[in-house]
């Protein structure tokens, strides 16, 4: 006889997994068709607006994180903030004309300032 108590609990610790994987990695999209479609000709609008919507779909997935799955998304934020502001400063890097590693030190500062920001939009949307 299969214990449907045990088996629930591992569907849904399964479906809380596979959400958190998609509020992880979907913020990226904007970053991943810039980066594919444009690549070096990215203007500063096109970067912006990449950071712009990957925040607004990782609000809404940290959102959809707490209400639905009863997970403190605290961590995500600052984790996915991080990369958001990464990509973006490596992007603007490359927009300025960097080249190599010297566009990691814009993409450093915009990491800090983009996973503090979106902490600070985090707690108050909460």
């Known amino acids: 006889m299969v214990d449907t108590h045990a088996l629930a609990e591992t569907g849904k610790r399964l479906g809380t997994y596979a959400l958190i994987a998609v509020v992880l990695g979907a913020p990226f999209g904007p970053f991943w068709y810039v980066e594919s479609t444009l690549g070096r000709q990215a203007s500063l609008a ?26 403190r998304a605290k961590t995500l934020a600052s984790f996915d903030g991080f990369f958001l502001g990464l990509n973006a400063g490596v992007l603007y890097g490359k927009w300025l004309g960097l080249l190599g590693n010297a566009s990691t030190f814009p993409g450093l500062a915009g990491a800090l300032v983009w996973s503090l920001g979106v902490l600070e939009i985090h707690d108050r949307i909460r």
Do not use: M, P, S
């Open 46 to 71: 096109h970067i912006v607006g990449a950071l712009v919507a990957g925040t607004l779909v990782l609000l809404c997935g940290l959102v959809v994180l707490e209400r639905y799955a009863g997970v």
